[in-house]
T-cell receptor, first 111, second 114 residues
Framework: EPEVTQTPSHQVTQMGQEVILRCVPI?????FYWYRQILGQKVEFLVS????????KSEIFDDQFSVERPDGSNFTLKIRSTKLEDSAMYFC?????????FGNGTRLTVT | ELKVEQNPLFLSMQEGKNYTIYCNYS?????LYWYRQDPGKSLESLFV?????AVKQEGRLMASLDTKARLSTLHITAAVHDLSATYFC??????????????FGKGTKLSVKP
């Protein structure tokens, strides 16, 4: 069964550094998403992406965040200047309509 | 603002018992999801409920949706240890416009003990 793949599985970075989280969505899906889950808390929507542009974003998705689909297969989340509170599990998801299919996540630790 | 509330947040069950997890949401939505998450793992889709009165069953799990009451239930029948996980309900914002903006509940951590 096709799946969403994310790399790396764990990323450790220092505060203020830039990180790029990578995702390969399911190949025939058209809608892409990023969600995050702070340890032990609920899953929160960050951004949705369709037709090469952001279709919706949450209040969490401020100017330090950006997304890109640099080629036909990858979908990336960039955090420009990481803060301690950005430490979380970041999930990529894709869909054709529903449901969303989630990747295994990237655990980001900001020190 | 759409709010999604689950209860209970923690549930310890004995094998063989039945129990129900409740998911209430605050504004109109006709699309509700149930996901399962094992510790440190991703979110696995269990059910998509699209209309009032929808009922879906998979193994020992059955989910239902009452859009008028803004309530979904996840019923567990004759629990087994393998069902131990965290269960999330999620409601879709702005269905019909942009899609995939899911508002999740806090999750119900289920522990099934022998």
């Amino acid at each position: 069964e096709p799946e969403v793949t994310q790399t790396p599985s764990h990323q450790v970075t220092q505060m203020g550094q830039e990180v790029i989280l990578r995702c390969v969505p399911i190949s025939n899906h058209l809608y892409f998403y990023w969600y995050r889950q702070i340890l032990g808390q609920k899953v929160e929507f960050l951004v949705s992406f369709y037709n090469n542009e952001i279709s919706e974003k949450s209040e969490i998705f401020d100017d330090q965040f950006s997304v890109e689909r640099p080629d036909g297969s990858n979908f990336t989340l960039k955090i420009r200047s990481t803060k301690l509170e950005d430490s979380a599990m970041y999930f990529c998801a894709s869909s054709d309509h529903s449901p969303l299919h989630f990747g295994n996540g990237t655990r980001l630790t900001v020190t | 603002e759409l709010k999604v509330e689950q209860n209970p947040l923690f549930l310890s069950m004995q094998e063989g018992k039945n129990y129900t997890i409740y998911c209430n949401y605050s504004t109109t939505s006709d699309r509700l999801y149930w996901y399962r998450q094992d510790p440190g793992k991703s979110l696995e889709s269990l059910f998509v409920l699209l209309s009032n009165g929808a009922v879906k069953q998979e193994g020992r799990l059955m989910a239902s949706l009452d859009t008028k009451a803004r309530l979904s239930t996840l019923h567990i029948t004759a629990a087994v240890h393998d069902l131990s996980a965290t269960y999330f309900c999620a409601v879709e914002m702005n269905y019909g416009g942009s899609q995939g903006n899911l508002i999740f509940g806090k999750g119900t951590k289920l522990s099934v003990k022998p």
